[in-house]
């Protein structure tokens, strides 16, 4: 039998948490999901068993309950945490600070608070170890891209601020006591489905993000796609992201695992390196599903940037990773999870 090291995954019910939940049990860890269920459906727990033979072990909690999070920690003898859970919706951030402030800040320091008394306490097993779920937003408008992990970091929504806090408080935990292994994942744009088709993104509401709102006009949930500005100094006019297919996400998540067991600390771009418009993203989508999306373009969203993509360097010389899925296959795989469960999970 083997060895399995049991790791937590805070939100791991969610989008990103449950892919990583499937790449982790693939690479022979023991994952556990911690999830209140508040931005995600239970149905997943069942798609996940589909998907790897198992019946996932769920603790249902929130991270902000410190005493839970500590026992949840020692029930499962955790070898480390990877942390998913919190609010994630840029413009609801802006109408509802608290919300976020309170629910990421107050939950990074909830989850830190249980770690801490576990991991460099009395009877500890493991030295304290934690991914971090950051995010590109950290760079606000970058002067130039490719971006590098020594740009200058700024906010422009209390989401991003949250982002940039918790950076922050990682940094100051482990100057403060050096036991602790810390990997901070800036994502970029993640999008795709597993090929199964069985779990996806599954937004509530209407979509923020462009993929989701693209397979939902595929499948016919909304009339048309409003492209958020035709003139940026951009090729086509149109934002230029960084998409990087959901299960490559994952599998950094696996690496940085691996490298956190060695001891060192990191803060790594988690994407591509290529950049693709909007326009081409919906090309590919129509290339990849057979189906047109009706678009129109509009005035550009307050807050977004002409472009962002990662120098994915640095991701590879110190985890080993790389991400291997290309733009139709972030098309195609989006496009069977939604056209297979038009209404996500609730379908
Ligand atoms: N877009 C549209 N129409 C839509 C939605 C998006 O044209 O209906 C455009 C945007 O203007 C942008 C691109 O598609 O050019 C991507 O937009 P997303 O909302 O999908 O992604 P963002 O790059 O704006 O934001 C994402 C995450 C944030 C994170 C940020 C980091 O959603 O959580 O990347 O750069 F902070």
Redo the contacts with the bound molecule.
Sequence with gaps: MKNEQAILLTGGAGYIGSHTFVALHEAGFAPVILDDFSNSHPAVLDRLERITGRAPVLERGNVLDTAFVEAVLRRHRIAGVVHFAGS???GESVAQPLKYFGNNIGGAISLLRAMEAVFLGPGSWAPPTLVFSS?????GDPATVPITEDFPRSHT?P??HT?LVIEDMLAAVRQAQPAWRVGVLR?????GAHASGLIGEDPAGI????????TQVAVGLRPQ?????GD?PTPDG????DYIHVDDLAAGHVAALRALSSGASFTVNLGTGQGY??LQ?VRAFEQASGRKVP?QV?A??A????Q?YADPSLAKRVLGWQARKGLEEMCADAWRWQSGNPKGYAT
């Design positions: 994630k919706a840029v995010s590109a937003t950290v760079y929504n989401y991003g982002k994502y970029f744009n993640p999008v979509p923020n993000n462009l993929m989701p709102y693209v796609l409003s492209v958020f500005g940026y149109t934002g230029v992201r418009s909007v993203v678009y509009v550009r969203r807050g977004d940037v002409a962002c």
